[in-house]
């Protein structure tokens, strides 16, 4: 079964964006996910097509309207269990972990707020899953999601070339990613590190192991508390590319 996801938004031409191209493009026209976007302010019942108000008990901005959104929710929602999910800077950080639960179901609604937020009575009732992307703020929730999406939609099976790929690479195993390298052999002064044209394989699968730990520790030292960083990953990462 392909991959389905449905995004409400009040800008429906921001997507598919980037996602119309590369891997992620070819698998969309191979049939392996859809994308299909909901025009929010279509469920507008005024003459205005109005999607906000003023936030309850004042303040700065507008708040997305309960009664708007939910009837856009429940037009793409019907008799659906797809995981609803409603990008936000105060939701639960987006993980590779995370990532991969979503990417083993059929699909995922996502709901794309703007103005100041969205009211929350909506949140509680249609059961919307808070995700945030970074400790930044958007001006709305179409960039987010589309990263998600990317995040998703790539490690759908078939997608990417080498499927080793998705296996050996930053946030899988718990680590960063270790460097890459490739032709010519000498650039500007620099080498190649001599051990990844050995032909040793396991030499080679133990040095990314190491440069991987080296990294992590350097960069994000709070990765190694929650990996298993004491021995290389099996299997290899030749070939590995995602254009």
């Known amino acids: 079964m392909a991959f389905r996801a449905s995004v409400l938004t009040l800008y429906p031409e921001m997507f598919p964006g980037h996602l119309g191209f590369s891997l992620a493009g070819k698998a969309m026209e191979r049939g392996q996910w859809s994308l299909d976007t909901v025009q929010i302010r279509d469920f507008a019942t005024d003459r205005h097509r109005t999607v906000d108000d003023t936030p309850a008990g004042g303040g700065a901005g507008m708040v997305l309207k309960a009664d708007v959104l939910a009837r856009a929710i429940d037009s793409a929602s019907e008799n659906d269990t797809r995981p609803r999910l409603l990008m936000s800077p105060r939701g639960r950080p987006l993980t590779q972990e995370r990532v991969r639960e979503l990417a083993a179901g059929d699909g995922i609604i996502i709901v794309c707020g703007r103005f100041e937020g969205v009211d929350q009575r909506v949140i509680e009732?249609?059961?919307?899953?808070?995700?945030?992307?970074?400790?930044?703020?958007?001006?709305?929730?179409?960039?987010?999601?589309?990263?998600?999406?990317?995040?998703?939609?790539?490690?759908?099976?078939?997608?990417?070339?080498?499927?080793?790929?998705?296996?050996?690479?930053?946030?899988?195993?718990?680590?960063?990613?270790?460097?890459?390298?490739?032709?010519?052999?000498?650039?500007?002064?620099?080498?190649?590190?001599?051990?990844?044209?050995?032909g040793n394989h396991?030499?080679?699968?133990?040095?990314?192991?190491?440069?991987?730990?080296?990294?992590?520790?350097?960069?994000?030292?709070?990765?190694?508390?929650?990996?298993?960083?004491s021995a290389p990953k099996s299997g290899s990462n030749f070939g590995k590319h995602d254009a």
Not at 128 to 134: A, F, H, Q, T, Y
Not at 169 to 190: A, V
């Open 125 to 198: 009732a249609r059961g919307l899953e808070e995700v945030s992307i970074g400790d930044y703020v958007l001006s709305g929730g179409e960039p987010a999601a589309l990263i998600v999406l990317d995040a998703i939609i790539r490690i759908l099976p078939g997608v990417m070339g080498n499927d080793l790929s998705g296996l050996h690479e930053s946030f899988e195993g718990g680590l960063l990613e270790h460097p890459h390298y490739t032709r010519p052999q000498e650039w500007e002064g620099r080498e190649i590190p001599a051990i990844l044209t050995s």
């Open 202 to 229: 396991g030499a080679i699968e133990k040095w990314r192991h190491q440069e991987a730990v080296r990294l992590t520790r350097e960069r994000r030292p709070d990765l190694l508390e929650k990996s298993d960083a």
